[in-house]
Nanobody
Framework: QVQVVESGGGLVQAGGSLRLSCVASGRTFSSHTMGWFRQAPGKEREFVAVITWNIGSTTYGESVKGRFTISGDNAKNTVYLQMNSLKPEDTAVYYC???????????????WGQGTQVTVSS
């Protein structure tokens, strides 16, 4: 089992920045990737970014490319999501997830955090 806990959400004005953190614990050696997803009210869960633990390969959802950066600290079992130039449409609950392969679909991730709310005001 892998446990993940997110933190760092909050309220920010449009154009501002936030950094989310995700700490993984438990059998972290068994997970290969960490992903960030988000879900706005009435919408499906959307892929945001993913990173591999071993070589740090990353990829991003189209709506956040160039604005968000995912990074990892293996020693701390922590993944970060730096969010810049935030827009009101970025408002959502952001979830961190751990998985076994480099994947973009939420169904490919067996371990999830409880989520952290990000609200961007206009």
């Amino acid at each position: 089992q892998v446990q993940v806990v997110e933190s760092g959400g909050g309220l920010v004005q449009a154009g501002g920045s936030l950094r989310l953190s995700c700490v993984a614990s438990g059998r972290t050696f068994s997970s290969h990737t960490m992903g960030w997803f988000r879900q706005a009210p009435g919408k499906e869960r959307e892929f945001v970014a993913v990173i591999t633990w071993n070589i740090g390969s990353t990829t991003y959802g189209e709506s956040v490319k160039g604005r968000f950066t995912i990074s990892g600290d293996n020693a701390k079992n922590t993944v970060y999501l730096q969010m810049n130039s935030l827009k009101p449409e970025d408002t959502a609950v952001y979830y961190c997830a751990a998985g076994y392969r480099f994947a973009l679909h939420p169904n490919d991730y067996p371990y999830w955090g409880q989520g952290t709310q990000v609200t961007v005001s206009s």
